[in-house]
DNA sequence: ACCTGAACACCGTTCAAGT
DNA sequence: ACCTGAACACCGTTCAAGT
């Protein structure tokens, strides 16, 4: 319905990366970049991304909002900066030690739950590019796994790619369902009835409700990453006999 | 790092969507929400996500910013209106037809085009919940199509999730790279040369600079979704076999 | 039933001016 | 080298008042 149209400017300004030029070199007292994002990353956890502005945090550092900007060129660069901080969490074991397989399942897990503690980054991940130390060396990590694994030349990207993509694909929307019913103003129960209501005609949809994601919704959204997970990590490894 | 902490106001107001309340009954003239929506989609094209604002959709309308809120309670649930249109573009083959592993396929590819032809919804997956009608008859037609490949009561759900997970985790991370290159202000050389940059202590990243991403984008990123699709669904494949 | 404008409580960012 | 406050150009939303 609607054509292909690409804005000029999407946000009115140049696209650039904290990561793609040469740090400011670190002097020494006053402030600190580290400092800033720290505070940042702490606002974050309290109020999520939309609880985040420049001037609450400069509050909290007792400064001024603006002085914020000597040490960071703008928010998304402070964003980026904080964004890495959660890459620097996720854990690659050791494939030679545990072999591809669990070394893949266990990144997997701790991907999802990484963002699941911080469910702030899951917005960030379709907004800013993964440029940071932290974010490549868990990438870096990643493509030795699948190298182990014995994928080859760009089979070793797409391996990465793949991983990922199910794992952001299946946390981001658990979070915004997360939020969205802790934020709710009503309860399980209400809620599904007005699920039910709006899934009125789709016979296939309703059938699903009773089981699925309001029984225990911690336990089978489990289940159902693993399920995917294994899925996935079967298609690979077939791909690696084949 | 960081402890574990829900906010109890993320946004400050409790959530709702517009699907889960009665519909206002649809009186007669004046505008319409369905004007109100095709106006916002137009402004979501032509300047994303950030470009729309009640005042500018307003203006277009020439109407005052606030009267808008006659025919929709917040820019959330204009959001949420949008959003399903973009579903609604979504198709998905008969799988009594064309077998489900090609209406599987079918459908992921046109996901990730929908998506692709509007960034803009790309933001909203992490936010909103997909419960409007477009979606809901997308959720009931893959249903069916699982159940037709032979998948059984939560499996059904498990195989909906993995595949919903993959496309869009693969095509969320698509959009926010596209965007920020195109509001670059460098090209695609200088983009490599500082991420080469970035990486230089990353040797295996390093290493597949040189084939990835640069080269010819376009295609490479079909190969690599292809490349994960099949596996998903050789995965998928498996476990029915199983 | 529909629309308005003024007003409130916010934003990110720039920049001249201070120390 | 670092920090400030004032100022600019925006936001979403409420609400009394209009027709």
Redesign the interface.
């Known amino acids: ?7 000029e ?9 904290v ?3 040469e740090p400011r070199k670190a002097t020494s007292p006053g402030r600190s970049r580290e400092e800033i994002v720290r505070a940042a ?2 606002l974050l ?4 991304l ?2 985040l502005s420049m001037r609450k945090l400069g509050a909290r550092l007792s400064a001024g909002a603006t002085s914020l900007y000597w040490y960071v060129a703008n928010k998304d660069e402070l964003l980026e900066l904080a964004y890495d ?1 959660v890459w ?2 996720m854990t690659v074991p050791d494939p030679e030690e545990v072999g591809w397989r669990d070394s893949a399942s266990a990144l997997a897990h701790s991907m999802r739950q990484v963002i699941l ?3 702030w980054s ?2 960030l ?7 940071g ?1 932290n974010a ?2 868990v ?2 990590r990643m ?2 796994m699948f ?1 182990v694994a014995g994928f080859e ?7 990465n ?2 991983l ?7 946390t ?2 658990e ?3 997360n ?7 009503y309860d399980a129960d209400q ?1 599904r009835d ?2 039910r ?3 009125a ?5 309703l ?2 409700l009773d ?2 994601i309001y029984t225990d919704p911690q336990a ?1 959204r489990e ?2 990453f693993d ?2 997970l ?7 490894g ?2 690696l006999a084949a």
Chains 1, 2 share one sequence.
């Open positions: 319905m609607c054509e292909l149209i690409y804005p400017d999407m946000s009115s300004k140049a696209f650039s990366s990561w793609l030029r990353i702490e956890q309290e109020e999520g939309a609880g901080e620097g969490e503690r911080h469910p899951a917005d991940i379709g907004r800013l590019p993964a440029l130390p490549l060396r990438t870096d493509r030795r190298k030349g760009p089979d070793i990207d797409f391996a790619a793949t990922t993509a199910y794992v952001f694909g299946m981001i929307p979070i915004a369902w939020t969205a019913t802790r934020n709710s103003a809620m007005m699920v209501n709006a899934a005609e789709f016979p296939d949809v059938e699903s089981l699925d089978i289940l159902c399920f995917g294994t899925s996935m990590l079967d298609g690979l077939r791909r």
